[in-house]
């Protein structure tokens, strides 16, 4: 396959006919599971099956090495994941008790966190998941896209790419609010892959959005705040805004390095 539309286009269908297959094979009710072992031993198994193909039709039918996806991880990608893990479990905790305390939800640490054996063992295997989960999307939707498409202009890349990522989760709903959350969050994920060079470093903001989101705030078996009640829609995206202008910061303190810089770099010829 020389043309990488068609590539594109070709690792989509793959994706959507593993997941559809997975659908049909009663696999979601292993997802949907409030069982965490069970959630995260599925979210494991399901995102590995996904990322595997991603990696493997590169390698095979793009014929190119898996490196040049972008796999590294220095110091200041070390430092970046962690400043970004820690900013947005603390924004997110300081928000929610600001909501607790004008009376909009309820709000509250656990006291007895740790009573419970099984809360360390559920929280890494549900971490796990959706770190994989994490990374899975990236390479598909931000390390394969670039390689190639790394002809095209920034403008072109962030668009092109964002409607790839939005397309890809209508079928968990197709309100105007949740593609604006989409097509944000794939352009900011976007923008922190090409200046940073690594798709682990965008895969750690990634991994925390959706960790938080669905099992550290709530009632789940993990969850550091127990919430009670649910906020209007506002306040998810005043969230979701914070967490996008707390990530474009992090971006320019941590990597100074241009976009053009980057794809410049992605065109120069793989050495054998």
Known sequence: MKNPYVRVITINIIQ???????????FDQYIQSTNLYIFGIAGIGGSVICLSSTLLFY?????QP????GF?????HVLFSLSSI????????????????????TAQFSGDYFSNAHVIPMFIITALAWFL?????EVAYRGYFVANFKHLSTGKLFFISSVLFTASHVYKGFSIPFIFVLVSSGMTMLYIYLKSGSLLAASFPHFIYDFL????????????LQIDGRPSDIHFFILHLLFIVIHIILVRVFFRQRINVRLEKLNEPIQS
Do not use: C, P, W
């Open 213 to 224: 989101d669905n099992q550290l705030l709530g009632n789940s078996d993990i969850s550091i």
């Open 66 to 69: 898996l490196y040049t996806l």
């Open 59 to 63: 390698k095979f039918v793009d014929k």
């Open 133 to 137: 989960v994490g990374l899975n999307e």
């Open 86 to 105: 820690l900013s947005t479990v603390g924004m997110y905790l300081l928000y929610y008790m600001a909501l607790s305390k004008n009376g909009i939800v």
């Open 72 to 76: 590294g991880f220095k110091r200041k």
């Open 16 to 26: 959507i006919f593993i997941l559809g297959l997975m659908f049909v094979l009663g």
